[in-house]
């Protein structure tokens, strides 16, 4: 997975049944796991970031020279194999990306994390908001809307699920100092920042975002869209209906929009030392979710969630079989090590956290 500890193996990941071949070797080394298929020798690798009624934006060599949008259509040997945003693809055809040309996706790569989401929490079915972004930042006002303990933990479990690294963003801590409502939080590893009216911590943000791909999610009101114009100044046109990737693309019916994030593009990066807290050089992308207004969690693996907490999840091999970790479980062992002290003066926020998030979201049967 990508940013818990990678040291268990293979088998822990999780299966998407889709991810039988790869274009690009994954992080974890390349198992010779591809099947090639050498009729295709000359396909160029792309990036899904639209999704239109089956045709779908790719974009080709990304930061390069001949950096471009094209559309296309999935290969029937693809057979029912899905494709969706973020999906690195192998696409052969008409790559120029001139109007009219129509290429062909003939490979997806193995994805790395999948964040999904259930029409409510009864529901089994998932949709997938997108493949392989690797941090999950979910913005929450300190006041006006009211923080949410359950929305919080609602989000948190969306990106435990999928296996992407969670960041906090507090907004109008203007309005109202969010100092309690973190409290709920403290045992998480869970990277805060807070951001007022006049003091949105843009140098700070851009610092995470450099080099990956970031979802943004947040409920209406919370100053999402603020943020993203913020950090995207390109964006500001592209908000609305029409959503610009790179002047190029138009991506109307997916319910992500990639925007591509570039610290240079923060403002006063050029002036002068106006930037003494010096964001890296560099871009990445920022993926907006306006179409996606609730996080129904009805497929979420349990195990997925003690996962994101490794200290407590390396315990439960010393529980009780069938232990559900939860405050009236005998004899369970994080409870256990926790009130010994084993795990420091976190642990007890800790336990509570995750027991938190198994008694509201997790199920499936225990582990
Ligand atoms: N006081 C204060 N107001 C803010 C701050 N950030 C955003 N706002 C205001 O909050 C309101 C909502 O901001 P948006 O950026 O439109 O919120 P959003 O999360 O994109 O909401 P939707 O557009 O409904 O998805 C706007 O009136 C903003 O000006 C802040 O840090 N402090
Ligand atoms: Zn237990």
Known sequence: MTWWSTDDDEDDEPEFDESDVRVRPSRRGSRPRTKQRPEHADAVAGM?????????????????????????????????????????????????????????????????????????DTDEVERVIVANADQMLIVVAAANPEPRIRLLDRY???????????????????????????????????????????????DEIARVLVGHRTVFVGHS??????????????????????NVVTGRGRHTSSSTVWLRFDAADLPDADAPGARPSGAEPGTGWVIDTPGVRSFGLGHVDRANILRAFTDLDRLAERCPRGCTHLPDAPDCAMAEAVAAGELGETGPARLESLQRLLTTFAGGTAV
């Open 48 to 120: 899904v970031i639209g999704v239109d009624r089956g045709r779908y934006s790719v974009l080709i060599d990304e930061n390069g020279p001949d950096e471009r949008v094209i559309t296309a259509a999935r290969a029937s040997e693809l057979r029912r194999k899905s494709v969706v945003t973020g999906d690195h693809v192998d696409l052969v055809g008409d790559t120029s990306g001139e109007p009219g040309t129509l290429s062909r996706i003939v490979r997806v790569g193995e994805r790395t994390t999948l964040l999904r989401r259930s029409a409510d």
């Open 221 to 242: 009101g919370v100053g999402k869209s603020t943020l993203v114009n913020a950090l995207v100044p390109s964006a500001k046109r592209a908000t609305g209906h029409v």
């Open 156 to 202: 948190l479990v969306a990106a435990f699920d999928a296996g992407i690294r969670p960041l906090l963003v507090i907004t109008k801590t203007d309005l109202a100092d969010p100092a309690e409502f973190l409290r709920n939080f403290a045992g998480l590893d869970l990277t805060v920042f807070l951001s007022g009216e006049d003091s949105m911590p843009l």
